[in-house]
Nanobody
Framework: QVQLVESGGGLVQAGGSLRLSCAAS????????MAWFRQAPGKEREFVAG???????TYYADSVKGRFTISRDDGNRLYLQMNSLQPEDTAVYFC?????????????????WGQGTQVTVSS
């Protein structure tokens, strides 16, 4: 089993930045595909960004491309650097892990999920 815990969320003004972290425990995630998703009130969970197990490939939703950067370290951590935040980025952000190397946008293909961290962007 893999446990994922997100941190780094908070309240920020439009145009500001936040860096989210996701710490994994239980097993090494070095061979797992990883991703960030988000869910705003009244909306479905949506893909934000994904990264391959090696870190060599990254994928982004069009809405965050050029503003957000996903990365991972050699340990058991995943990151999401969020710049130029806008009110529409307000959501609970979740990290997800796929033991089958998947790092795309389909949520059902991820095996483990964190509890989420709230990001609120004020206008």
């Amino acid at each position: 089993q893999v446990q994922l815990v997100e941190s780094g969320g908070g309240l920020v003004q439009a145009g500001g930045s936040l860096r989210l972290s996701c710490a994994a425990s239980g097993r090494t995630i070095s061979t797992y595909g990883m991703a960030w998703f988000r869910q705003a009130p009244g909306k479905e969970r949506e893909f934000v960004a994904g990264i391959s197990w090696s870190g060599g490939s990254t994928y982004y939703a069009d809405s965050v491309k050029g503003r957000f950067t996903i990365s991972r370290d050699d340990g058991n951590r995943l990151y999401l650097q969020m710049n130029s935040l806008q009110p529409e980025d307000t959501a609970v952000y979740f990290c997800a892990a796929s033991q089958n190397y998947y790092s795309g946008s389909e949520a059902w293909r991820y095996d483990y999920w964190g509890q989420g961290t709230q990001v609120t962007v004020s206008s």
